[in-house]
């Protein structure tokens, strides 16, 4: 895959060049001026206001996201209530059981009004698990979108700089030295984050601690347990 040609067009080109030249003009950095890396760099109005303008659309971005992921976010909290309840309740009817009661075959074949309430909270963990992992990756496909288009932007401002700094360079008196174009700070936006969308997720649901009791009188618990952390999601 070869070098990608730039997206800014030939009017966009001239605004920034004349630009450069207006800024070029208006402030002359001293020459003899060195940053803390040797090189002088110039923070010019033009530069400013890409990187204003980039921020800002970030934010937007970020408060679409929230405005089109409100919805799912509330659900998501409410699974989590929802399911730290059912796993106290499975718990707690686990416990009831005799200790030789508590194995997998025997809650999934087992007779009377104990097991079939253990096995009808089972479905409902599992349903619940999976529309919370569905959520979740609507969520995250949502926030992905928005990080991306937040991040092309601001690859599109740092092609912007790089036409209107070339420009700057010429229209300035060749320094002695070369001169660094200031850099996009991308840390406090929506572009610059590497996690996705953890952050606004839900803090888990972990129970009471009476599974662990439970899990800890049993001799064999269940193949597959509803009480264990890899159902607590």
């Known amino acids: 895959m070869g070098i990608q040609p730039l997206r800014i067009g030939p009017f966009a080109r001239r605004l920034l060049e004349r630009r450069a030249r207006q800024d070029a003009e208006a402030t002359r ?18 530069i400013t206001a890409l ?25 998501q909290r409410g699974l ?5 309840a059912d796993l106290d309740a499975y718990d707690d009817r686990l416990e009831a059981l005799a200790p030789a009661e508590r194995t997998a075959s025997r809650i999934a074949d087992g007779d009377g009004a104990a ?11 599992a ?4 529309r919370a992992e569905q959520l979740g ?3 995250n496909a949502r926030f992905t979108a928005a990080r991306l288009r937040a991040s092309r932007h601001f690859d599109r401002s740092d092609e912007k700089i790089a036409v209107y700094w070339s420009a ?4 300035l008196t060749q320094p002695s030295g070369a001169v660094r174009a200031p850099a996009l700070h991308r840390a406090d936006s929506l572009a610059g984050r590497e996690t996705s969308v953890d952050i606004w997720h839900p803090v888990e649901p972990v129970g009471t601690g009476r599974a662990a009791g439970a899990a800890s009188s049993a001799p064999s618990a ?4 509803p009480g264990s952390p890899d159902a607590r999601t």
């Open 127 to 130: 349903q619940r698990n999976a």
């Open 51 to 75: 990187q204003a303008r980039a921020n800002a659309y970030a934010r937007r971005e970020e408060q679409r996201f929230f405005s089109r992921s409100r919805r799912d976010l509330a659900e």
């Open 80 to 84: 989590a209530q929802a399911l730290a």
């Open 115 to 125: 097991f079939q309430e253990l096995r009808r909270l089972r479905r409902r963990i």
């Open 29 to 46: 950095p001293p020459r003899d001026t060195p940053s803390a890396e040797g090189t002088p760099t110039v923070a010019t109005p033009t």
């Open 137 to 139: 990756a609507s969520i």
């Open 222 to 225: 269940p193949s597959v347990e």
């Open 168 to 171: 700057y360079l010429r229209a």
